[in-house]
């Protein structure tokens, strides 16, 4: 059998078609399936399935994924709506031009090793004031890496101010109460 004899294209009206079979090459390898459709206003949604192995679901607009609107469907004892599961290679979302954002009553992040947050300003709380009421760090050693400045750096004594003023005779408490911080 050619490879042209393999490849079949089914269409469903002038908005949708399935191709099947295709050897057509491209950077995640030929085309085993593909479901292609476009609406009026000319946005294309296609799921495919390519010779790398590689699956893909792609839409031009905003793509929406529901699931647990019955609470007697979940199927899960643990009562998961969705699942997303890798047994070997890492899980990545990109969003290259915008935010992402969490939103759930409770959050759990797990890590078996390390739980890395990395950012040039990391915040935690809430911005309104008095909005957080409390905030705790368990572990039995906590590290702050010589800050040179805000409040924590005072507590310290690690401030540049404690520096500058290090061999005279003002001293620590004169220093902290100037920053408002008793020590």
């Keep these: 059998m050619s490879s042209q004899e393999k490849r079949q294209i089914n269409s469903f009206g002038p908005n949708c078609f399935v191709e099947t079979g295709s050897n057509e090459m491209d950077a995640a390898g030929n085309t085993a399936m593909k479901l292609?459709?476009?609406?009026?206003?000319?946005?294309?949604?296609?799921i495919s399935q390519h010779g790398s192995g590689l699956a893909r679901i792609h839409n031009d607009g905003t793509l929406e994924i529901t699931a647990g609107q019955k609470e007697k469907a979940v199927q899960s004892k643990a009562g998961q709506a969705i699942v997303i599961?890798?047994?070997y290679g890492?899980?990545?979302i990109i969003v290259k031009n915008n935010a992402l954002n969490i939103k759930a009553t409770n959050i759990l992040i797990q890590a078996e090793d390390t739980l890395a947050l990395e950012g040039n300003k990391i915040r935690i709380g809430?911005?309104?004031?008095?909005?957080?009421?409390?905030?705790?760090?368990?572990g039995n050693r906590i590290h702050f890496h010589n800050p040179r400045d805000g409040n924590m750096a005072i507590l310290l004594r690690?401030?540049?101010?404690?520096g500058a003023f290090a061999g005279s005779f003002v001293g620590a408490n004169k220093i902290a109460a100037r920053f408002g911080v008793g020590i």
């Design 158 to 162: 690690t401030h540049n101010m404690f």
């Design 90 to 92: 890492k899980f990545d």
């Design 85 to 87: 599961e890798t047994e």
């Design 126 to 138: 809430r911005s309104e004031k008095g909005a957080t009421s409390d905030i705790d760090f368990i």
């Design 36 to 46: 292609c459709s476009k609406n009026d206003s000319g946005h294309q949604f296609n």
